[in-house]
């Protein structure tokens, strides 16, 4: 991801406010690993846990290209950085935040993250 879309999500975050108009988020930055194993029975877009490892997980090879490799959560979901755009080939509906392309037909989306 490039430097200037991760400014603008974090500047989003930055501006999330409570009901008592207070800062939402921590703005300390917590990093999370995962591994991500090819097997193409699996369907798109999807990712499958190991039984046997923690924080392993299987997907199609198209879903792993497909997913970015930098993903910011807020809180205990990503309802607050939603940004869903239609793929520019197959119009289907997509959450921006967490694709780089298509992980259906390898697809543009629409438009960069919306601000």
């Not at 703005?27 to 846990?49: H, M, N, Y």
């Not at 959450?95 to 298509?102: E, G």
Request: charged content about 25%; some cysteine; overall charge negative.
């Amino acid at each position: 991801m490039k430097s200037d879309e991760l400014n603008a999500i974090y500047q989003k975050i930055k501006s999330l406010q409570n009901a008592a108009n207070l800062q939402l988020t921590s703005l300390q930055p917590q990093e999370g690993k995962v591994r991500l194993i090819a097997d193409e029975s699996i369907a798109p877009s999807k990712f499958k846990p190991s039984q046997l490892e923690p924080n392993v997980y299987y997907a199609q090879s198209l879903t792993i290209r497909a997913v970015k490799k930098d993903i910011f959560m807020v809180g205990e979901g990503f309802e607050d950085l939603e940004d869903y755009q239609p793929c520019q080939d197959c119009a289907r509906q997509l959450d921006a935040q967490f694709w780089k392309f298509c992980p259906y037909c390898e697809g543009n989306l629409s438009g960069p993250i919306s601000k």
